[in-house]
């Protein structure tokens, strides 16, 4: 539902962004509102995940403006980005081989009160708690994606950025990242999702933006899903 | 007045060597040689391969010694190549400096031995902080090459510093009162002196490798040394970290040095002739093994000493033979992770 009355959380306008000489976003403009998920679709190298890589600061070049509660990120390092209650789970998920499951977990610090607890991310992801002492890598896709979600739960952030988190899984796992997607909504997080499988998207996002060669060119809620059918599978080329 | 050599009250030599042979092969070793015999002259003397165990057991001592600085140096090696991508070859200079500094602790402000192992190592780190801050900072994203080049440049202009004011003579520094004289083990004569630096060196190779690869801390080093930007966008300050890594390695090189002035004379070139030997410790280790380096450094002095007992002839030159054949079949290195 789109509510009017509900803060501004993140707010994104005129965001460009460059890989070295290669400008790829030509002026991002959107925002996602306190406790909504909001999910970024678009064509493969449209400029989704260099979004979230903009938002979270881990980009070589940007300019515009990225404001989280209120506040003007956009000159600041990625590690003040986050200390202001962002977190970010990567497309290829970051797991790191040279530490074991349990310092995987327990890596990224707390950057504010009210995360989850490790006891509670272990309820979600009953898997994570009976390979502890495995290498991070060693898991299997499903284990890592549920490992690169469980530990930025624990940080406090409330905005989480989550890009393609059921990429390439079965579909007993994508239910249960749906489940902790409307979880996390329950308990109040702030979700910027990106996904290819709309599908998906269609379960657990409030709002949608469609992206194209590094803009935003559309975007709708939920309930206006049935009706941008068509103009989204011309969008996406499905 | 003169402050007396190093090893000067420990190398009075046992008149009743019965194998004179055995001496001269212990004499024609490499410089970091020293020799243990006693001063009493009275352990009690067999042979072992119709070597005498004064010969052998004191080989594999200075072996052990050789070894400690190698671990000290090639771990201090390893970690700042892990975190920064850097070749460090300013580290035998750094660790010179430590040495030095400890001299004039002493010299200058009478501050002895312990203490200086603790500020050596702060202001010499401290200076690293700065090299990093200055110069380093700039080369990660390029060729190991450039650093490389810095880093080498840097130890010519340190050591030519240090050389032009205090020539290149060694300056002696005492062991300390309370590790004077040895034990009579029976087999050999132990200077109390080494015995600490052996056990000393081993304790912090073993602490440091704790730190890394058994603490939050080391998760950290650990995980950035992976994929730093990642670690950076959890809220971590990784260009610190850095920083304080760099710091670290060449405060290890300077305990180092601080360790080594009362065995081998404080010079500007005890850097440049030790290092030489301790990348071919890193590359037979393989660069990126916290344990590598330790295993390595100490295994590959014990070999050293080992070689100076059964073939004096290719003592100086066994670490490089054990480089190539490394090379050849593990070119990683032994312990190493990464090609
Ligand atoms: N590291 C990089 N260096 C240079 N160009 C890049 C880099 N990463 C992405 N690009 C380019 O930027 C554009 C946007 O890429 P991006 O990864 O944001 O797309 P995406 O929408 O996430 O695609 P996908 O759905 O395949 O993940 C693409 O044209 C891509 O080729
Ligand atoms: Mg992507």
Avoid at chain 1, 152 to 176: C, F, S
Wanted: net charge neutral; aromatic share 10%.
């Amino acid at each position: 539902m789109t509510d009017a009355a509900l803060e501004t959380l993140l707010l994104v306008e005129d965001l460009q962004a460059w890989y070295g000489e290669s400008h790829v976003l030509h002026g991002v403009t959107f925002d996602v509102r306190s406790g909504e998920v909001v999910t970024l679709l678009g064509r493969n190298g449209a400029g989704k995940t260099t979004t979230l890589k903009a938002v979270m600061g881990i980009i070589g070049t940007r300019t515009g403006s990225v404001r989280y509660e209120g506040r003007e990120l956009i000159g600041l390092a990625s590690n003040q980005i986050a200390r202001a209650g962002l977190a970010f789970c990567p497309e290829e998920r970051g797991i790191f081989a040279s530490l074991d499951v349990e310092e995987n977990l327990l890596l990224p610090p707390e950057v504010r009160p009210g995360g989850l607890t490790t006891a509670q991310v272990f309820e979600l992801f009953p898997n994570l708690k009976e390979r502890l002492r495995s290498q991070g890598t060693k898991l299997s896709g499903g284990e890592q994606q549920m490992l690169a979600i469980g530990r930025i739960l624990r940080t406090g952030a409330r905005l989480v950025l989550l890009d393609e988190p059921t990429e390439g899984l079965a579909p007993v796992i994508i239910q249960q990242i749906g489940r902790t997607i409307h979880m996390l909504k329950s308990r109040g997080f702030t979700i910027l999702l990106v996904e290819q499988n709309f599908r998906f998207a269609s379960t657990v996002a409030d709002r949608y933006y469609v992206m194209e060669h590094g803009r935003i060119v559309d975007g709708f809620a939920n309930a206006e899903l049935e009706r941008n059918v068509e103009k989204l599978h011309d969008y996406l080329g499905v | 007045m003169r402050s007396k050599r190093p090893g000067e009250g420990l190398t009075i030599e046992s008149t009743d060597d019965p194998h004179p042979l055995a001496r001269n092969r212990v004499r024609a070793t490499s410089p970091f040689q020293g020799e243990v015999t006693s001063p009493i002259g009275k352990t009690r003397m067999f042979e072992i391969f119709g070597i005498p165990s004064q010969a052998l057991f004191g080989q594999l001592l200075i072996g052990l010694i050789n070894g400690s600085f190698y671990a000290l140096l090639s771990l201090g090696l390893a970690v700042i190549f892990g975190m920064l991508n850097i070749i460090n070859f300013t580290h035998g200079a750094q660790y010179m400096m430590g040495a030095f500094v400890a001299y004039f602790l002493l010299q200058w402000a009478g501050i002895n031995y312990w203490a200086a192992l603790v500020i050596a190592p702060i202001l010499v780190g401290f200076t690293g902080i700065i090299v990093e801050r200055l110069f380093l900072q700039w080369l990660y994203k390029l060729d190991h090459l450039y650093g490389l080049l810095l880093t080498f440049g840097l130890a010519l202009v340190i050591e030519g510093v240090f050389r032009n004011y205090f020539g290149s003579s060694g300056l002696p520094y005492r062991i300390p009162d309370a590790l004077q004289g040895g034990q009579n083990l029976g087999f050999m004569f132990l200077p109390n002196y080494r015995a600490w630096v052996v056990v000393f060196s081993l304790a912090v190779c073993l602490a440091t490798w704790f730190v890394i690869e058994r603490t939050r801390l080391g998760a950290y080093l650990r995980a950035a040394t992976e994929n730093p930007t990642l670690v950076r966008a959890f809220g971590i300050n990784v260009p610190r970290m850095i920083t304080l890594t760099y710091g670290f390695g060449v405060a290890l090189a300077a305990l180092a040095g601080v360790m080594a002035a009362p065995i081998y004379n404080v010079s500007p070139q005890m850097g440049s002739h030790l290092i030489i030997v301790v990348f071919a410790v890193v590359v037979i280790g393989g660069m990126g093994s916290i344990m590598g380096a330790i295993v390595t450094g100490f295994g590959l002095g014990l070999i050293e000493g080992l070689t100076k007992v059964f073939f004096p002839e290719a003592s100086n030159t066994v670490i490089f033979i054990i480089m190539a054949i490394v090379l050849i079949i593990r070119p990683a290195g032994l312990f190493g992770r990464r090609v």
